[in-house]
């Protein structure tokens, strides 16, 4: 057997790959669980390995430190939201209503995971991952939104930045509890007013009921 | 002389204090100089401490790091800036006028002072100083516009989260070049639909022309 052939064999790499994909999720899944239940400060590689079953030199196999790995539950926990939130939302015909129940979904993130919410606005680069998260989803609706002739954009990147920016802080503000848990009603509203819907308009449509949602849905 | 009428005199103290006020002030004024020329990355404490014609060592007595003094230096200017946009601001009959002006000129922030507006948008903890340094004078407008009826506005302080951090945002926007120098008009224009100022009104308004202004006026 030729050096040629053992590296045209995928059998053996094949194995190895999948072992080293399942580890690599067991710690994410674990490092997630911790995170939820107790927050990341107190987070320890050596209760992320044993949650996960494996051993603590492992680890640095997948993750270079404890801020890595955090950071790869966040985007995880921020694509799986997004995706759950962006595809119910894009169901809505009417994209105030899709832009409506978005925005009010992710602010009640802060509500539904606490200690991820809490790390999540912790975290250095975190609004740039929040941010390309929903991304697609957002642009997706503020394009239909302008091209119907529903909203009012001269411009989709500057629109799509300060909605962005806008719901992160104010997910930080109810968590740091400056900002009152109703902020959704009228952030909403506000949002849709600043996309050219019509203010009795926004305001029924920023109140109406939301249909319920399993965040991890997507993940 | 007792130990006691030492401490209470406060002939020397009064010098010394005046000394280190002097030398802390010219250290931020030479990083300032330093930051506007070359940007932030290559600062060093010894070209700092060479503007400031200090010895290297007396650097330390002032601040801790040179990420201190950058911070420093940014919170300066942001005071700065905000104490001038935010005082002309104010001297606008009309809120919606007020809210216009200084959206826009803050995002010109990108143009006048790039290189100190690109240290600002890379230092940890930047936003909460932008958000801060704004927010006397953007509370005042946006409750001056309540309580005339002028705005719509349920929740001040999700407002004032939003509004400071769609600013920001739109600032590291610009300086990145995803957003187009246009955006101060198509964003004053959003915003103030959002406070619930007419769609033609809130068009007009923040297409007029903005009156000059010195940043650095107040500092």
Known sequence: MTDQD???????LGR?????????RRLLSAARRLIAEQGGEELRIGDITAAADLGF????NYFESKDAIVEAVLADVLASAATAIGS??????????????????FLRFAHDEPELAAVLTQLVGAED?????????????L?????????LIDDIEL????????????????????IGPDAEFSGAEMMLRGFGVGFDEAREIAHRDLPSLDLRAGA
Chains 1, 2 share one sequence.
Request: hydrophobic share 40%.
């Open 159 to 178: 629109c799509l930045t300060s909605i962005a920016a806008a719901a992160f802080a104010a997910i930080k503000g109810v968590l740091s509890g400056r």
């Open 88 to 105: 119910r939302a894009l169901e809505f015909e009417d994209p105030a209503e899709t832009a409506s129940f978005s925005y009010r979904r």
């Open 16 to 24: 190895r790959e999948r072992r080293k994909i399942e580890a690599r």
């Open 143 to 151: 394009e239909r939104g302008r091209d119907s002739g529903r909203f």
């Open 57 to 60: 030199g492992t680890f640095y």
């Open 129 to 141: 991952l929040f941010e390309s998260s929903l991304l697609p989803y957002a642009r997706k609706t």
């Open 6 to 12: 053992a590296v045209a064999d995928p059998e053996p």
